[in-house]
């Protein structure tokens, strides 16, 4: 059973940086590849960003592109999502996800293990 546990998050000004950390349980990164996803309220869950389990591809939303970056640490067995530049657009819950990355970036995620969620608070 795949376990994601995420830290991170909080209250911050616009044009601050904070880092979510999603560590998952033994052998995840081998078998899924690891997405970020958010919701803010009155939203739809909105994809954020995916690396591959090899750490090797990373593929971002429009929104983030430039600000955020994805990376991942496998002898740890966690994924850090490091928002710069944030917005108060950027505020929501977020979530961590496994699943293929086609399925994260097309948000066909019906079969993904999901993390407890995080909230992040971008004041203007």
């Known amino acids: 059973q795949v376990q994601l546990v995420q830290s991170g998050g909080g209250l911050v000004q616009a044009g601050d940086s904070l880092r979510l950390s999603c560590t998952a349980s033994?052998?995840?990164?081998?078998?899924?590849?690891m997405g970020w996803f958010r919701q803010a309220p009155g939203k739809e869950r909105e994809f954020v960003a995916a690396?591959?389990?090899?750490?090797?591809?990373?593929h971002y939303a429009d929104s983030v592109e430039g600000r955020f970056t994805l990376s991942g640490d496998n002898a740890k067995n966690t994924v850090y999502l490091q928002m710069n530049s944030l917005k108060p657009e950027d505020t929501a819950i977020y979530y961590c996800?496994?699943?293929?990355?086609?399925?994260?970036?097309?948000?066909?995620?019906?079969?993904?293990?999901w993390g407890q969620g995080t909230q992040v608070t971008v004041s203007s």
């Open positions: 996800a496994a699943d293929s990355m086609d399925s994260l970036i097309q948000t066909a995620t019906e079969n993904a293990f």
């Open positions: 033994e052998g995840t990164f081998r078998s899924y590849d």
């Open positions: 690396i591959s389990w090899s750490g090797g591809i990373t």
